[in-house]
């Protein structure tokens, strides 16, 4: 299938969008790009669905090429590698809260009972029962729609654009006179604004 598609019509993976934001941000480092320059070719990079979209980036760079289009490896498919650990993971997430809800009410009965001197009916049976059971089909639903992953990479993107926030905020405070950054506004910047 991939046979009779050119490189650059292929679609760029997550790593292969961080490997061209990693060289982006070398050479904003070497002063091969300023602040501005950078930001429009992360916003692009991040953006970019296909090694096509991403080799414009870095064209006019030394040395830069977009990388080759990775292999998934063993270690990346199946229970006993990553996707093993995912499962897992979002398996605890999904049940984190049912577990302790249950415990907590059969705790409950237990207490009622040893306070009536007599065994009651095991009324936590209607909290865990149903609640099991919808737990049991997101999880099925879930695992059949590669949910683990998913959450994973949207937890990646999210971290991703914290840390992206983060050196922006720190290369704007550089690109700043240290006087501007320890001024306080004036009565007259206070009053117009």
């Given at each position: 299938?991939?046979?009779?598609?050119?490189?650059?019509?292929?679609?760029?993976?997550?790593?292969?969008?961080?490997?061209?934001?990693?060289?982006?941000?070398?050479?904003?480092?070497?002063?091969?790009?300023?602040?501005?320059?950078?930001?429009?070719?992360?916003?692009?990079?991040?953006?970019?669905?296909?090694?096509?979209?991403?080799?414009?980036?870095?064209?006019?760079?030394?040395?830069?090429?977009?990388?080759?289009?990775?292999?998934?490896?063993?270690?990346?498919?199946?229970?006993?590698?990553?996707?093993g650990a995912l499962v897992r993971r979002w398996l605890f997430e999904v049940w984190s809260s049912w577990l302790p809800v249950v415990g907590i009410t059969t705790a409950i009965w237990l207490i009622s009972c040893i306070g009536a001197g007599e065994l009651l009916d095991f009324w936590p049976i209607w909290v865990a029962g149903p609640w099991g059971a919808v737990l049991i089909f997101v999880t099925l639903a879930g695992l059949a729609n590669g949910e683990p992953r998913k959450q994973a990479e949207k937890k990646a993107r999210k971290r991703q654009a914290k840390q992206l926030k983060r050196e922006r905020q720190a290369l704007e405070a550089q690109s700043l006179p240290p006087d501007e950054l320890l001024q306080e506004p004036s009565k007259k910047d206070k009053t117009a604004g």
């Open positions: 299938m991939l046979e009779g598609m050119g490189r650059e019509e292929m679609r760029a993976a997550d790593a292969d969008r961080q490997a061209v934001a990693d060289q982006l941000k070398a050479a904003l480092d070497e002063g091969r790009l300023d602040l501005h320059e950078y930001d429009e070719r992360l916003q692009q990079a991040y953006a970019a669905k296909t090694y096509g979209d991403l080799q414009p980036l870095l064209s006019d760079l030394p040395a830069a090429a977009v990388p080759a289009p990775r292999e998934p490896s063993g270690a990346e498919i199946g229970p006993g590698g990553s996707d």
